[in-house]
């Protein structure tokens, strides 16, 4: 960390010599000039994801902090009457990241805690008789819910791993909570407000809400599909009289979406997937699922790489780096490089694309100066890339333009597995990710008092997901999975997650109706089938997003993107995509006479949790 403390006191030495010589200077040319010093400055120490990948904060924080000796002199400025609307943005965002007070020891050590809680090992292995072998969340038991159909044994590492969730997890909650409770006293605004800062709105939860609104009737009918498969299963006696679900069994379906002998029954179980695993392994390496991606981009005209990328854009991450999942890490800042996991499978195959798309966007966005550098908002990359990844997801893209599944003939029953497996994946994460979401604004809003963490949590997976506890939990622990803890975390938040799956599927289909490769109401050209393999228009379209940084919010950025210039995030867009599979869920759920919904509990007046 040398480098940066240098970084640090350069920076601040810059600065205040700049104020000996333009002490009197508040002049438009003098901001222009101030903001320039700020970005040569930026730029220097921008590798920060690269030196320092398991770095207690993110580089976004320590970036955020090499600016903050800057902020007296731009709070001098009178920004908002200046001519410029460009430098009107860039004072907007960078006085915005500068209400965050520098980071000190006590910030780093819970940030680490809640970072981290995924990897820590805490719970003892039912395997282990006469002593503990502890086990970790990420690497041991998620490997068990994607693998296994042991009932019992799920229902044991739910209950235990969050039983013994360490105290220091819940003071470092404790700790993110009352942070940005003191932003938000601070500015004189709600601490949501300061949550949603990024996003231009300080009610993008009422966004949210009503996208979750608008996708609930899949949701149910999904929903009361699972149920029944579980009642047949395991027993009728794995379902209580309320209909919910318990989440054991809810995680064990989403880690199993793409698992070929998996809880779940496919529409036409006869119709067997293709295990393209078995194919990737044979004839791919990740520099062929790189390749493959870059040359998606490459159709649809995009630029070229810039020369260093021959010999620094792309290394494999190390050991050392390595995490369960495996992901990919992005230097967004400065000279843009991507750090990339070497194993090949069906997902690798889709993320790859992802991380190509985040990629390109930080090459684009990059071009611009300190500031206008940022996303559109948290999470406008990852919309990108989830749009990228549902049209290289198509069978035909992947039989055309990839040359894989070739032998296999798709008809009509394979293409509603396909959606099948795709919309298990999706239904029963995004209401996890919102049901975070609207927990955390209800902590830091004191919507809900600490003593009632635990049943809120509980009576928002009921209202939203139709899911209940497990089993009895340690009374004072708190029943939420890693990603929450993670999903608070400057960076790292639920909220990025959430808004890039919402707002992937509305490009996508905006994309897609631009190009009239979707047609709604025409059978032949569903949604859900829109290859944009080669669609240079598409390609315009998304380098305009790209290439616009954070210029103008996100809104401003899509409107362009519809007819009727819609501003806000659509459900319908999701709907669209999986509406043959609604069908087919309402038909067969009317068949088997399946119930749709589940009773309503309240959880902190009548406690059934602890």
């Not at 915005?96 to 970072?115: Q, V």
């Not at 054991?248 to 036409?268: F, G, M, R, T």
Request: charged share 25%; with cysteine; proline share 5%.
């Amino acid at each position: 960390m040398l480098k940066f403390q240098y970084f640090c006191f350069m920076l601040l030495g810059l600065y205040v010599t700049h104020r000996c010589v333009h002490a009197e200077c508040l002049t438009e040319a003098c901001a222009q000039e101030l903001v320039q010093s700020i970005d040569e400055k930026y730029r220097i120490n921008s590798d920060l994801e690269f030196e320092h990948p398991n770095g207690k904060v993110s580089a976004d924080i320590v970036l955020r902090d090499g600016i903050l000796p800057y902020k007296e002199a731009l709070d001098k400025f009178d920004w908002q009457n200046f001519k410029s609307p460009l430098l009107k943005r860039q004072f907007e965002i960078l006085l915005r990241e500068m209400k965050y007070p520098k980071t000190d020891s006590e910030f780093r050590r819970n940030t680490s805690l809640l970072k981290n809680v995924g990897k820590k090992k805490f719970t003892c292995s039912r395997l282990s008789a006469n002593t503990c072998q502890k086990v970790s969340y990420n690497r041991d038991i998620k490997a068990l819910f994607t693998n296994s159909d042991d009932e019992e044994n799920l229902k044991w590492y739910w209950r235990e791993w969050r039983s013994h969730l360490p105290p220091e997890v819940q003071t470092a909650l404790s700790y993110y909570v009352s942070y940005y409770q003191s932003l938000g006293s601070a500015a004189n605004q709600s601490a949501s407000a300061i949550w949603y800062e990024g996003y231009d709105d300080a009610n993008m939860m009422t966004d949210l809400e009503n996208y979750m609104a608008a996708i609930a009737p899949l949701y149910k009918e999904m929903h009361g599909h699972l149920r029944q498969i579980l009642r047949n299963k395991y027993g009728n006696a794995i379902i209580p009289d309320s209909g919910l679900i318990p989440q054991h069994l809810i995680e064990q379906s989403y880690y199993q979406a793409w698992k070929k002998d998996s809880v779940l029954v496919n529409p036409y179980p006869e119709k067997k997937l293709p295990n393209m695993q078995q194919e990737l392994r044979a004839n791919w390496t990740f520099n062929g699922l790189r390749q493959t991606a870059s040359h998606f981009f490459k159709l649809l005209d995009f630029p070229p790489y810039p020369s260093y990328f021959q010999y620094e854009g792309f290394k494999p991450i190390t050991n050392s780096e390595d995490s369960a999942d495996c992901k990919a890490r992005i230097n967004y800042h400065g000279k843009v490089r991507m750090a990339y996991c070497e194993k090949v499978n069906y997902k690798r195959l889709l993320t790859t694309h992802g991380d190509i798309t985040r990629l390109g966007y930080a090459l684009q966005k990059n071009k611009l100066p300190v500031g206008l550098s940022r996303e559109a908002c948290p999470g406008f990359g990852n919309a990108m890339a989830e749009a990228v990844i549902l049209t290289v997801s198509t069978p035909k893209h992947l039989q055309q333009n990839v040359h894989l599944l070739t032998e296999y003939n798709y008809d009509d029953e394979m293409h509603l597995n396909f959606l099948y497996r795709m919309a298990v994946h999706a239904l029963f994460s995004v209401p996890m990710y919102f049901v975070h979401e609207k927990l955390w604004v209800d902590m830091i809003d004191n919507n809900v008092r600490p003593w009632n963490y635990k049943c809120h949590y509980w009576n928002l997976m009921e209202k939203y997901m139709g899911v209940g506890p497990s089993d009895h939990t340690y009374i004072p622990t708190f029943d939420m999975n890693p990603k929450f803890y993670e999903g608070v975390l400057d960076g790292r938040s639920s909220t990025k997650k959430l808004f890039g799956e919402f707002l992937g599927y509305q490009i996508y289909r905006d994309l897609c109706l631009k190009t009239d490769l979707y047609q709604p109401g025409n059978a032949d050209k569903p949604l859900f089938k829109c290859n944009l393999h080669g669609q240079t228009e598409a390609g315009d379209i998304l380098m305009k997003m790209m290439s616009a940084g954070a210029t103008k919010p996100w809104r401003e950025i899509i409107k362009d993107l519809t007819p009727n210039q819609e501003t806000k995030l659509q459900g319908s867009a999701f709907m669209d995509y999986y509406q043959p599979l609604l069908d087919w869920l309402k038909q067969d759920n009317a068949a088997k006479n399946v119930q749709i919904g589940w009773k309503s509990i309240d959880n902190c007046i009548n406690p059934t949790v602890v």
